[in-house]
């Protein structure tokens, strides 16, 4: 998995970064509200305001994401701070492959998760792999002997015996500002590094077959949002952008993105 050559790191020196990430989270982007939806069936309560308040303030000093690994620093009410990790339950190589092939498959579904758009269908193509996208509240499963099997193991070395605490709901909260922010973020906490998979082939190699097929099925000419058009109205549209322009604007930029990942140059994704 790519991820692990270029880890997410965020130190105290970022706080700005921390700030922006809460508000992308309340953005409303429907990921993000489905990421909180899942933080609120933790039974959080009381604790996830002051987890919010930690977020915000700064109190997580690191955070580090590595493929499905995350590690973060959280400055608590002692003067020690608390060592936060999570392991998100994510794809076997076989399954991972199974993925990307989907993926590789539908270019301009891999071009809006790369232009920051999740489309609704990801989380489909990664259910049928058995494979959550978003964090569960309740055990994924029970070993022989009982022990329940969390969808993501989570651990902090304070007192507290709450799961989530307060300091593991904090960085839950800053890693969905990511995810409400960069949407390939999600894929990669599974273990699918969709930012790895159009990453240029190195000088001298052979093209990479799997995306010489890629470029084949970057869709030309007719656009759904010309459909869309000739439907008239959308009823139940609720954006404050007209829909057919903001469809149009989206494909576009979906399509570059899945243009330039086939052609094999590097994707500039800031921004
Ligand atoms: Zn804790």
Excluded at 86 to 107: H, Q, W, Y
Excluded at 172 to 184: D, Q, S, T
Excluded at 254 to 261: F, I, K, P, S, W
Aim: charged share 25%; hydrophobic share 40%; aromatic share 4%.
């Amino acid at each position: 998995m790519g991820s692990r050559n270029h880890p997410l790191r965020v130190t105290r020196s970022a706080l700005g970064i921390r700030a922006q990430d809460l508000r992308a989270l309340s953005r409303g982007v429907w990921w993000a509200r489905r990421w909180m939806a899942s933080l609120e069936t933790m039974r959080l309560g009381a604790r996830l305001g002051r987890a919010r308040q930690y977020a915000a303030d700064g109190q997580v000093t690191e955070l580090v994401v590595d493929g499905a690994r995350v590690r973060a620093t959280v400055v608590g009410s002692r003067p020690d701070p608390y060592s936060v990790a999570f392991e998100f339950t994510s794809a076997g190589d076989e399954t991972r492959k199974r993925i990307e092939d989907v993926l590789l498959a539908n270019p301009m579904t891999l071009g809006r998760i790369l232009a920051g758009d999740l489309p609704i269908e990801v989380g489909e193509i990664f259910h049928a792999e058995g494979l959550p996208l978003f964090p569960m509240a309740e055990p994924r499963g029970r070993t022989a002997d009982g022990k329940p099997v969390w969808d993501v193991v989570m651990r902090c070395n304070c007192p507290d015996w709450s799961r989530p605490c307060k300091h593991m709901a904090a960085v839950l909260l800053l890693l969905g500002g990511e995810v409400a922010r960069r949407p390939a973020a999600l894929l990669a906490l599974r273990g699918v590094d969709v930012e790895h998979l159009v990453q240029p082939d190195p000088p001298g190699d052979a093209r990479c077959p799997r995306r010489a097929a890629l470029a084949e099925r970057v869709p030309h000419g007719a656009s759904a949002a010309m459909l869309v058009r000739r439907l008239g109205p959308v009823p139940f549209w609720r954006g404050t952008e007209r829909c057919v322009e903001t469809l149009e604007k989206m494909q576009a930029r979906a399509r570059n993105v899945a243009e330039t990942a086939a052609s094999g140059r590097s994707i500039d994704l800031r921004g």
